[in-house]
């Protein structure tokens, strides 16, 4: 996977684009798909005899996020619809930059149930994301520094 921060970025980058009001949302959908996997780290502190936490990897699954976002999404006080939109937003922004990676293991099983077939495009050594955040970054201040320009601009004309 990209780092976190590759990850923070391009879903700002996408919130930024949609004009989304809480951005935040986002970039929690954003770390969501990572977010239950890691606790596959557990295992390293709490070994459980004949237990395999594994099972977590399942969270990286895009059909499984769906329920996933679906279930905590009232968790948020904030319209229902608009909540789920937002943290599916950002999780598509993860699964997506996610599968320009190069897999050791496969990649994302975008049609599960279909198929349990993973799905990458092998460009990418996840140790150089960089070559997604940077790009990413420049483009995020581009559309900031553009909206900023463009409100002045209709202030300017309004008043
Ligand atoms: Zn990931």
Do not use: C
């Amino acid at each position: 996977m990209p780092d976190w921060l590759t990850h923070i970025v391009i879903a700002l980058v996408f919130a930024e684009l949609l004009d989304v009001k809480k951005k935040s949302v986002v970039l929690v959908g954003a770390l969501l798909p990572d977010l239950l996997p890691k606790l596959t780290l557990l295992e390293l502190f709490i070994p459980i005899p004949n237990w395999n936490y594994q099972f977590l990897d399942a969270f990286h699954v895009p059909f499984v996020l769906v329920l996933v976002i679906l279930l905590i999404a009232p968790l948020f006080r904030y319209k229902y619809s608009r909540i789920v939109a937002w943290l599916s937003l950002g999780t598509l922004t993860h699964l997506l930059s996610d599968t320009l990676l190069r897999h050791f293991l496969g990649g994302i099983s975008w049609l599960y149930p279909f198929t349990t077939d993973k799905h990458t495009l092998n460009w990418i050594w996840p140790d150089q994301s960089y070559v997604v955040l940077i790009p990413a970054l420049l483009v995020y201040f581009i559309i900031i520094l553009m909206k900023k320009r463009w409100r002045k601009n209709a202030s300017n004309h309004t008043g």
